[in-house]
């Protein structure tokens, strides 16, 4: 079984930055970001598809960088220009096979999150 582990979440001024990152035990297809704030649905963030190209968010386009390969190694998410609105628990996941990754909302892996607060 493949583990996912975040770290790097905290808190931050608005207009900080923060480093998100996802250790990966194992081989993974696709993988990506999710956030998500008590009593709203979970939010896509940020995807590294099977072909290895990027989705954004069009709320964290051009502020938010992921990084990864889908292979063993970490997954990360580098914020910029946070804002109040980006405070939420985020969480990375992961598709072990093709078939999971036939959406963000297939994905089989999860971690168990890291909180960002973002304070004005």
């Known amino acids: 079984q493949v583990h996912l582990e975040e770290s790097g979440g905290g808190s931050v001024q608005v207009g900080g930055s923060l480093r998100l990152s996802c250790a990966v035990s194992g081989e993974i297809v696709c993988s990506g970001w999710f956030r998500q704030v008590p009593g709203k649905e979970r939010e896509e963030v940020a995807l590294?598809?099977?072909?290895?190209?990027?989705t954004y968010a069009s709320f964290v386009k051009g502020r938010f960088t992921i990084s990864g390969d889908n292979a063993k190694k970490p997954l990360y998410l580098q914020m910029d220009s946070l804002k109040p609105e980006d405070t939420a628990m985020y969480y990375c996941a992961a598709g072990s096979s093709p078939w999971f990754c036939r959406s963000s909302r297939s994905y089989n892996l999860w971690g168990q999150g890291t909180q960002v607060t973002v304070s004005s």
């Open positions: 590294i598809n099977v072909d290895r190209t990027t």
